[in-house]
């Protein structure tokens, strides 16, 4: 049999590899229930998406069959000379055409929306088989550990409190306050690592919309009134507001892994409002240019908001970077202390039962 001096330097050699083994995944569990809790918001969202898009395809369906019959009914009233010639819509049917034009918007961009759900989803998934493999293998150290000193092969110890000696209790109580700090800190580090790219990713589509405003405000706005279509500017203002939605659904996941993001400006394109510049007769081009122009200045407004998020979120995970590099050390070392006094504890139980 082998001696108490050799059992307990072979189970020293084991603790300290377990011990190696928790310092190195202790983030995983905190970084897997942030995985998961992302996992399971995309899914929720990307349902209510499903839903939304199969809605705005039936709507769809509805204002085409609507937009055919007016357009075939106005066709037949104009004299052949309008038809080549853009004649300006009847407020009515200016109305119907708009109507058409907004539900073909909505249903373009749910559906890149869902898209785009879908691509998140995906990317989230990637990485969870990992921080499982992780943060099971951090579980199974953590078992193993503290059995390593048991002397009735139990988990947790069987032994009797009168056994422990006070300072296994008070080393015990030192090691949950750590751990309880490190996974504060360490979850909120992981929201923050999750909710950066979120915004980075609001950033991106903010510089879409700015870049499709430039676009609608460049064009020769307004200068073909009539029946309306595929104009340059009306293709600018659809990708806008396409870009800006999908800017809003990145600040508000942001929002939910991190209390410290702030809601996104509310700004409207009026699309509609502008489109109805586009198109009437009424106004002139430099009126619906300047309608662009001042929609641009609230878009740009809002980009610089979002930029200060990005700029924000990534300097409060600098900032958290050397408070769990901190709290880590300290678990590591009430880890350690436990061990310690484990292994004391251990030595002193045995000798006095051989003794016996």
């Known amino acids: ?43 929720t969202e990307l349902a209510a998406s499903d839903k939304r898009v199969a809605e705005a395809s039936a709507h769809l369906a509805s204002q085409l069959k609507s937009q055919e019959k007016s357009r075939t009914s106005l066709l037949r009233r104009l004299p052949p000379k309008a038809h080549n010639q853009g004649e300006n819509y009847s407020e009515k049917g200016l109305k119907e055409e ?31 088989s990992h921080l499982e493999s992780l943060a099971a293998r951090h579980a199974q150290a953590q078992h193993a550990l503290d059995a390593l000193y048991d002397p009735t092969g139990t988990n947790p110890p069987a032994y009797s409190a009168a056994q422990k000696l006070p300072e296994e209790e008070d080393a015990t109580k030192q090691l949950t306050t750590a751990a309880a700090a490190y996974h504060e800190v360490q979850t909120t580090a992981a929201a923050e690592a999750i909710a950066v ?53 990145a600040v508000t996941q942001a929002r939910k892994r991190s209390a410290c993001v702030p809601d996104m400006p509310v700004i409207d394109i009026e699309r509609e409002r502008l489109m109805r510049l586009m198109y009437s ?10 309608g662009v122009e001042e929609a641009a200045g609230r878009v740009k407004s809002a980009a610089d908001a979002v930029d200060r998020m990005v700029t924000e979120a990534v300097a409060r995970c600098r900032e958290m970077d050397p408070l769990v590099r901190r709290r880590g050390e300290e678990l590591r070392g009430a880890r350690g202390e436990l061990q310690r006094v484990r292994r004391a504890a251990f030595e002193s139980r045995s000798l006095g039962e051989r003794a016996g």
Not at 10 to 38: F, G, R, V, W
Not at 111 to 119: A, R, S, W
Not at 284 to 290: M, V, Y
């Open 197 to 249: 790219p979120l915004l980075r990713d609001a950033l991106r589509s903010m510089v879409s919309v700015l870049n499709a405003m430039r676009d609608a405000t460049a064009a020769k706005i307004f200068a073909d009134r009539g029946v309306p279509g595929k104009k340059p500017e009306e293709t600018a203002l659809t990708r806008a507001e396409t870009q800006l939605s999908a800017a809003r659904l």
């Open 281 to 290: 007769g009424n106004l002139d081009g430099e009126a619906g240019k300047r």
């Open 98 to 128: 708009l109507e058409y034009l907004s539900a073909l918007q909505a249903s373009s961009s749910e559906k890149q929306t869902n898209q785009t759900l879908t691509q998140q989803l995906f990317a989230a998934q990637t990485p969870l």
């Open 1 to 43: 049999m082998a001696s108490i001096h050799t059992q307990t330097d072979q189970a020293k050699a084991k603790s300290n590899e377990l011990l190696d083994i928790l310092a190195e995944t202790d983030h995983a569990p905190a970084q897997l229930a942030q995985q998961k809790q992302l996992i399971a918001d995309l899914q």
